[in-house]
């Protein structure tokens, strides 16, 4: 089975990733700040010359004058071994130039000065190969009357800022991989130290079993993230816990209420083997084991019918459907079960609604015959019809026990009964409000049941 990629890993991968994204942000912007560094602190060192050779120029008068500036200027250069300056006049004649020293085309011509000085980069060959330079030029007026001015160029040497800004960059990206991997190393740490809930949880998930589906995830041992995803699971277990112990109980009702006939069929069938009988004596053993194969059929029958229900396999026809006229015939059918015990069936209200009329006559049909049976001699059953917000209504209502209010969100279970007893075979399988609540949730509608005063309601809601 082809397995994911492990949470940790995309996890750590994940924060590796970001810790490198950063640090190499930092790292540009702490390289790029150098630079700009060395670049204002050149600017500042050939503007400071500029200066130093406008003062000069400004005090010259004469010719003359100008002819000695060379050699003060050389006299102010010393010690400056990495500044080279180069002068020249209106005609194009260099007046002073540091000696090994080749500026660029662009920072001679006249016409490209610009004001403030832009600074220009390029390599120069030397003893040692490639030098790179910066530098700058500018025209300076000088006290000569009527003179042009003097264009004067200056440049610095960068190349041991060169050598700083590489080993410095070599040792930045270093130590960014360094801490983009130890990063990762500890992300892992942190990951697998906060998915640790996860696995406590997986380990308790683990145990679950057929015999311990009462377990549950404790709350206040899991971060405040997973606490969600641990009341689901939780949630989860409950419905599987009531849905196993419903299976438990339906199973050993099936297996009672399938015992029953089949040991009275079994009995019969000894006792009339035990010794020759006539022919009619042989008929009435028939005819009684036919009974019981009528239950066993009319039991399977229902069964499939809840487990068509139960898959979604039951699809009801739509017609119109009078509720009132189909309750008026019931209560014809059960006229005689109502007179045996002196019943009152009494039919308020009318409706109707879009259905299979054979499903909803049947599940009204067990509402009514569980409402004979359970109802005293002289008692009364009322059925009430109204529409109203959408739906139809249709309640049922006996006089009679109520139904203990523990009992009353399972009396729609299969071979559910509120009776505990379960020898009496006449009151049917269980299965009657089992279907009834099939058939309604088929047709989009509920159904519920509850007490009243002095008897049991069942209400079927059903959409207009």
Known sequence: MKRGKSITLRLTLLFAAASTVILLALGMLIGNAVERHFVEQDMDLMTGKLHLAGHLLEKIRTPAELAAVPAQLDDALVGHHDLSVMMRDAAGQTLFVTPGTEFPPQLLDRRAVRNPPQPSFWYQDGPSGKQPRRGISALLATGIPAGAPILVAVAVDI????????????????????????????????????????????????????????????????????????????????????SFKRLQDFSS?????????????????????????????????????????????????????????????????????RLGQEVRELFDFFDALAEEKSLRLVLNGNGQVSGDRLM???????????????????????????????????????????????????????????????????????????????????????????????????????PA
């Open 360 to 462: 909803l006559r049947r599940a009204v049909a067990n509402l009514l015959s569980n409402a004979i049976r359970h109802t005293p001699p002289d008692g009364g059953i009322q059925v009430v019809i109204d529409a109203g917000d959408g739906a139809v209504r249709l309640r049922v209502e006996n006089t009679g026990a109520q139904i203990p209010p523990n009992q009353l969100s399972r009396i729609f279970d299969r071979f559910y009964r509120a009776d505990p007893s379960r020898h009496r075979v006449a009151e049917g399988a269980g299965l009657g409000l089992a279907i009834t609540r099939s058939i309604v949730r088929a047709h989009g509608g509920e159904i519920a049941a509850c007490n009243i005063t002095g008897g049991v309601r069942f209400e079927i809601r059903l």
């Open 253 to 321: 009702d099936l297996a009672h209420e399938l015992r029953t006939p089949i040991s009275n069929l079994m009995t019969e069938t000894q006792v009339a083997l035990s010794r020759v009988r006539s022919a009619g004596e042989y008929r009435e053993v028939l005819a009684s084991n036919t009974e019981e194969y009528e239950r066993l059929a009319r039991m399977i029958g229902d069964m499939l019918f809840l487990a068509q229900a139960d898959n979604g396999l039951l699809v009801p026809t739509r017609e119109t459907v």
């Open 159 to 242: 190349t041991h800022h060169e050598h700083f800004m590489a080993s410095f960059q070599r040792t930045l990206w270093l130590t960014v991989a360094v801490a983009a991997a130890l990063a990762g190393l500890l992300g892992w740490i942190a990951v697998r130290h906060g998915l640790a809930p996860l696995q406590a949880i997986r380990q308790g998930a683990a145990g679950v079993t057929a015999s311990r589906l009462d377990y549950r995830l404790a709350l206040d041992t899991v971060p405040a993230e997973l606490v969600e995803l641990v009341q689901t699971l939780n949630e989860m277990l409950a419905r599987l816990e009531d």
